[in-house]
């Protein structure tokens, strides 16, 4: 996500904060993926007040917006905050710069549609939470920017997100990577434009356009509204001692196996 989307990362942050109201988790540690400046972390210090957050940010800010990413930085540090890494060092090395069971809560917006394997994000996920412990994401659906698909393909040139899938294409991904309780939602975002190059400056930053049109397009050809497909989800990492199930087997270690006693 972008410069010129920043706000609606925010607002879909908000979004899944207020989601969050009706789950009951104690929290020590939270990862942030990915960070970014802006006021939803206040809101995560007042939601969970002593716990130290860990953060995976997104690109290299710059100007203004990396001042106050360092300020922030301070901030975390001084009030236990854990430490930051890129985003880049994960998309290279397919790892969290964290040990095994280590936070309560993973908090991920507007994430996985940028992932070419979100399978594999899942699996890092499951790694790094604690038993009991919270996987709450957001992501852009294969409907977002549905205006730009239905135009003639010679108007612009287009390019799918990295990862289509649709709320139940994640849905069954997740309970396949031994999460539990999953809870799915969806729903649709449209924003209006008076502008062409407003229109074109977000299908950019929301990764629509494989390049940005070499000349200007006709007048009347865009449409002046973009659909966004925001879909929602949390689960559960319960049953972390229980190996992972092969042909329908689940198997348990001797010595998690224990005697009733009066």
């Not at 942030?32 to 690109?59: D, H, M, N, Q």
């Not at 901030?75 to 236990?80: A, Y």
């Not at 999953?182 to 299908?203: I, K, Q, R, T």
Request: net charge neutral; hydrophobic share 40%; charged share 25%.
């Amino acid at each position: 996500m972008t410069q010129p989307l920043r706000w609606l990362q925010e607002e879909i942050a908000d979004r899944m904060l207020q989601k969050l109201d009706i789950v009951k988790l104690e929290v020590r540690d939270v990862l942030l993926i990915p960070e970014f400046p802006g006021r939803y972390f206040s809101a995560f210090k007042k939601r969970f007040p002593g716990a130290r957050i860990y953060g995976v940010y997104e690109g290299d800010p710059t100007g203004i917006e990396a001042l106050r990413f360092k300020a922030l930085q301070l901030w975390r540090r001084l009030f236990r905050g854990g430490p930051s890494s890129s985003l880049a060092v994960y998309l290279k090395s397919g790892k969290l710069d964290l040990p095994d069971n280590s936070v309560d809560l993973i908090f991920s917006d507007l994430l996985l549609q940028d992932l070419a394997d979100p399978r594999h994000f899942l699996q890092e996920c499951w790694r790094v939470l604690k038993e009991g412990g919270l996987l709450s994401f957001s992501y852009l659906g294969p409907d977002t920017g549905k205006e730009l698909r239905a135009l003639d393909a010679g108007v612009l040139k287009l390019k799918n997100l990295l990862s289509p899938w649709d709320m139940h294409d994640m849905g069954d991904a997740v309970l396949g990577e031994r999460f539990s309780d999953p809870v799915m939602d969806m729903e649709f975002l449209h924003l209006d434009y008076e502008s062409d190059v407003l229109l074109l400056a977000d299908a950019g930053a929301l990764k629509l356009l494989q390049t940005a049109p070499t000349k200007t397009v006709e007048k009347g050809l865009l449409p002046q509204k973009l659909t966004l497909e925001v879909v929602y989800g949390h689960a559960w990492a319960i049953g972390k001692h229980l190996a992972k199930a092969q042909d329908n087997v689940a198997y348990i270690d001797i010595n998690q196996i224990g005697r009733k006693t009066r």
